[in-house]
């Protein structure tokens, strides 16, 4: 079982839509999750970070984090063109020496 | 302030040669982290260290591949006798540690094995 799992996708909605990225992680210790945007060619940029249950806000972005389900979200309100990009969910072990990864995302926004 | 900067960006090598990359963390960062990514995929860990002290090795990552950290600041990583499946994206980030772990890339190396 990966440590991290995501939907590979590809993900397309229209622009001014909500995008929901979803992301399940095996080790149930895990005390810090992070969700970064990729563009193609180009290396992850940090977007979010959520450390307990609940959502967090910023912006257009929403995480929400479950842990009683293991399972940790992104919400991007308002859609933009620009936001079309592979999401990657990543969550540090419990053991804190590592970051593990998903697979990531692909997100199309379509003008 | 300047990020996570990583030298070369680009490196194209003959199968057999020895490559070396560069990492320079952002400042006062004591965490330092090398992942290779490869196209379609999400960065793989190859190593940790926490100051000069490398304290994770991902059961992976060959003997060909070392990283060093000397004096717990800038970090390369050597492949030795390249081979075409090391043809990857290498990514450095650093962090400040557990009171504050979000972890920041630098823009990575680009290595073709040809």
């Known amino acids: 079982q990966k440590e991290v799992e995501q939907n590979s996708g590809p993900l397309s909605v229209p622009e001014g839509a909500i995008a929901s990225l979803n992301c399940t992680y095996s080790d149930r210790g895990s005390q810090s999750f992070f969700w970064y945007r990729q563009y193609s060619g180009k290396s992850p940029e940090l977007i979010m970070s959520?450390?307990?249950?609940g959502d967090k806000e910023d912006g257009r972005f929403t995480a929400q984090l479950n842990k009683a389900s293991q399972y940790v979200s992104l919400l991007i309100r308002d859609s933009q063109p620009s936001d079309s990009a592979t999401y990657l969910c990543a969550v540090d072990t419990n053991t804190g020496n590592q970051f593990y990864f998903g697979t990531g995302t692909s997100l199309t926004v379509i003008p | 302030d300047t990020g996570v900067s990583q030298d070369p960006r680009h490196k194209i090598t003959k199968r057999g040669q020895n490559v070396t990359f560069r990492c320079d963390p952002i400042s006062e960062h004591n965490r330092l982290y090398w992942y290779r990514q490869t196209l379609g995929q999400g960065p793989e860990f190859l190593t940790y260290f926490q100051n000069e002290a490398q304290l994770e090795k991902s059961r992976l990552l060959s003997d060909r591949f070392s990283a060093e950290r000397p004096k717990g600041s800038f970090s390369t990583l050597e492949i030795q006798r390249t081979e075409q499946g090391d043809s990857a994206m290498y990514l450095c980030?650093?962090?400040?540690?557990?009171?504050?772990?979000?972890?920041?890339f630098g823009q990575g190396t680009r290595l073709t094995v040809v």
């Open positions: 959520i450390y307990s249950n």
């Open positions: 980030a650093s962090s400040l540690g557990q009171a504050s772990p979000q972890a920041f």
